[in-house]
């Protein structure tokens, strides 16, 4: 069984500011590893994804998330926030060649960007 | 627009009474999902299908809940007797690829109990 931990649940920033929303799991199988985002009244969207290879990803928006094995962590960065990026940000996991393929959501963190 | 679609958006309705939601997938997606959210939570796992076939169901789906896809392209969730705890939004996904497990969300069905 898998489980994900979003350690903050809002997280308020300034503009052009850095961020890092924080992610733990726990699995006893290796994993897939995802972030979603949800934009107010919209609905969940794939930010970026760790399937393996490269422990780094980055999404097309400017966020990276690192997959970090021995501390079970995929933290989402980015370097400079923009009001755009207003969201709900869903950490998520996914048991590598699990038969079931669902996906176990943390409960999310809310970004909220100031001018 | 060829994403996942749900109909309804929205549905209100009083306790005791019998509510359907609809799921359109991706074309030639052959795995569907149900997920519940509650406000303030992450979405949760209801049931997926592989094609027509229900292949797994959480132990939050009571009795009252049952999922169908029986042409294995849209999907119907029916709750009887509805319950005011059953309010959440309900969402369905869909994927195609084993390998991945990239799953495209709908947009939801707001569930109010009354």
């Known amino acids: 069984a898998q489980s994900v931990t979003q350690l903050d649940s809002q997280v308020p920033v300034f503009e052009e500011a850095p961020v890092e929303l924080r992610c733990n799991y726990s699995?006893?199988?290796?994993?897939?590893l995802f972030w979603y985002v949800q934009y107010p009244n919209q609905g969940l969207q794939l930010l970026l994804k760790?399937?393996?290879?490269?422990?780094l990803v980055e999404s097309i928006n400017g966020f990276e998330a690192e997959f970090n094995k021995s501390q079970t962590s995929f933290h989402l960065r980015k370097p400079s926030v923009h009001i755009s990026d207003t969201a709900e940000y869903f950490c998520?996991?996914?048991?590598?060649?699990?038969?079931?393929?669902?996906?176990?959501f943390g409960s999310g963190t809310r970004l909220s960007i100031r001018p | 627009d060829t994403g996942v679609s749900q109909d309804p958006r929205h549905k209100i309705t009083k306790r005791g009474q019998n509510v359907t939601f609809r799921c359109d997938p991706i074309?030639?997606?052959?795995?569907l999902y149900w997920y519940r959210q509650t406000l303030g939570q992450g979405p949760e796992f209801l049931t997926y299908?592989?094609?027509?076939?229900?292949?797994?169901k959480s132990r939050l789906l009571s009795d009252r809940f049952s999922a169908e896809r029986p042409k294995g392209s849209f999907s119907t969730l029916e709750i009887q007797r509805t319950e005011q705890g059953d309010s959440a939004m309900y969402l369905c996904?869909?994927?195609?690829?084993?390998?991945?497990?990239?799953?495209?969300f709908g947009p939801g069905t707001r569930l109010t109990v009354l």
């Open positions: 699995s006893s199988v290796s994993v897939y």
């Open positions: 998520a996991v996914s048991g590598l060649y699990s038969s079931a393929s669902k996906i176990i």
């Open positions: 299908f592989q094609n027509e076939a229900q292949l797994e």
């Open positions: 996904a869909s994927s195609l690829s084993e390998s991945d497990n990239e799953q495209f």
């Open positions: 074309s030639e997606h052959n795995r």
């Open positions: 760790y399937l393996s290879g490269s422990t």
